[in-house]
């Protein structure tokens, strides 16, 4: 297993909740990592990636200003705080190893994904 995501669960409205994704050395090194989540019956869609540095980051429309992504290299673990929940945020999260350094929005340049792990707000 190359990544491993964690820290979902049920959650209400308003609150918050802290996903992180260890990887291998290998798959983490020099690349930037980013989240993507799933709801029932709908396509897998961009969240947030971060730069292999830490530098940049991009969000999707849908979560600017209540997700944050975060990185530590050290112990290659990748983080995504979300505040402000909402029932729409309701999907399976994955984590994802991009292919190059820099933070993408596109699937297909990702060469690794972890199992997803499950996040469900209720209203």
């Known amino acids: 297993v190359q990544l491993q995501a964690s820290g979902g669960g049920l959650v209400q409205a308003g609150g918050s909740l802290r996903l992180s994704c260890a990887a291998s050395?290998?798959?983490?090194?020099?690349?930037?990592m980013s989240w993507f989540r799933q709801a029932p019956g709908k396509e897998r869609e961009f969240v947030s990636s971060?730069?292999?540095?830490?530098?940049?980051?991009h969000y999707a429309d849908s979560v600017k200003g209540r997700f944050t992504i975060s990185r530590d290299n050290a112990k290659n673990t990748v983080f995504l705080q979300m505040n402000s929940l909402k029932p729409e945020d309701t999907a399976v999260y994955f984590c994802?190893?991009?292919?190059?350094?820099?933070?993408?929005?596109?699937?297909?340049?990702?060469?690794?994904w972890g199992q997803g792990t499950q996040v469900t707000v209720s209203s």
């Open positions: 050395r290998r798959t983490f090194s020099n690349n930037a």
């Open positions: 971060i730069a292999w540095s830490g530098s940049s980051t």
């Open positions: 994802a190893a991009a292919l190059g350094a820099a933070p993408t929005t596109t699937p297909e340049l990702h060469r690794y």
